[in-house]
């Protein structure tokens, strides 16, 4: 929960805002209360809705006679609509390469990658709407391709797709961003539900099947056929004979000549050593974040969660060392 401040605001935008907080007001409302029926927008108003909004305070929703059409809320707070007042009318958009349309939970979920805002909807309105819009169209072009629909929804519909930026204007396009013409939507996507603050939904260390599917073992069975016990390095002389890393770092190179000489078992040991070797293992407790079972190794992974298989038997390897790995080169039989 935090806390939002509104400090020397008119008072008929004051008187507005106070209105929210009595339940659900249609925007003709909103604005009336506000004293910009039908007057200039004012931009202090709307700064403090997107305050409310990018807070998790309100939402914005269409509502026909059968119920709820669509769902705007935020990802985060750094959630910014679109609050262009010229309206949709003669206008022409084009569907945003940045938005993703996939389902979720039951519904339709539109998230806008860009604007860090999402759509829930049960309804194939929105979704039609923003395939008609592969190609730049206006409202009018939209609506013959959706006869019968109610009254002031599709205007509606339109509305709150452009508000998220699942739609945009064509003279005022992605495009002309340059820090955007760089990042695919995938991109994007990664970086949003990577990051704390930028998603919803969880990040980090967690099991999202938790209750549904019992996790996996840290551990996997053991290959079958017969076991070859590796020879350990000696931790104490690799302290002494180890150069330091910055020299390592220098030193470096991709080098893409291989050879078929293989490792030494020796080699083999201490490669696996330095990077597999697994130092204990942590069970799973209920009293921990994870709820299941992890290792700690030599190299980290997040949440502990490293992978059960490698590709080991279909690699040779040929290790360069001075008391150090400093190259590895890899090529296939």
Not at 172 to 177: G, H, K, Q, R
């Amino acid at each position: 929960m935090s806390t939002l401040t509104l400090r020397q605001l008119p008072h008929g935008a004051l008187k507005a805002l106070l209105r929210l907080s009595d339940g659900p007001v249609t925007m003709a409302e909103l604005l009336a209360l506000a004293g910009l029926d039908g007057k200039p927008s004012s931009d202090r108003f709307w700064l403090e809705v997107e305050h409310l909004f990018s807070r998790f305070a309100i939402k914005i929703a269409i509502v026909d006679d059968d119920g709820t059409v669509a769902e705007l809320t935020p990802n985060s707070q750094l959630a910014a609509p679109v609050w262009d007042h010229r309206g949709i009318t003669g206008e022409s958009y084009r569907a945003s390469q940045y938005t993703l349309l996939r389902h979720a939970n039951g519904v339709l979920l539109f998230e806008q990658l860009v604007r860090h805002v999402q759509i829930h909807t049960s309804r194939p309105l929105l979704a039609t709407i923003f395939a008609a819009l592969a190609d730049a169209q206006d409202l009018s072009d939209v609506s013959l391709l959706l006869p019968g629909t109610a009254e002031g929804v599709l205007p509606a519909a339109m509305w709150l797709l452009a508000l998220s930026g699942a739609i945009e204007r064509t003279d005022t396009t992605e495009a002309d961003d340059p820090a955007l013409t760089v990042r695919q939507p995938h991109d994007l996507f990664l970086h949003n539900n990577s990051r704390r603050g930028l998603s919803p939904g969880r990040v980090s260390a967690s099991y999202r099947f938790a209750g549904q599917k019992a996790p996996l073992p840290a551990l996997r069975e053991p290959w079958p056929g017969e076991s070859v016990v590796l020879p350990r390095p000696d931790l104490d002389v690799l302290r002494k004979c180890d150069p330091p890393l910055a020299d390592v770092m220098e030193r470096r190179r991709s080098v893409r000549t291989f050879q078929d000489t293989p490792l030494t078992l020796p080699q083999i040991g201490e490669f696996l050593y330095r990077i597999f070797r697994v130092k204990s293992v942590v069970p799973a407790s209920m009293d921990n974040d994870h709820g299941y079972e992890s290792t700690r190794r030599a190299i980290p992974s997040a949440g502990g969660m490293h992978a059960l298989k490698c590709m080991w038997p279909s690699v040779r390897w040929r290790i360069w060392s001075d008391c150090f790995i400093t190259t590895i080169r890899r090529t296939t039989p």
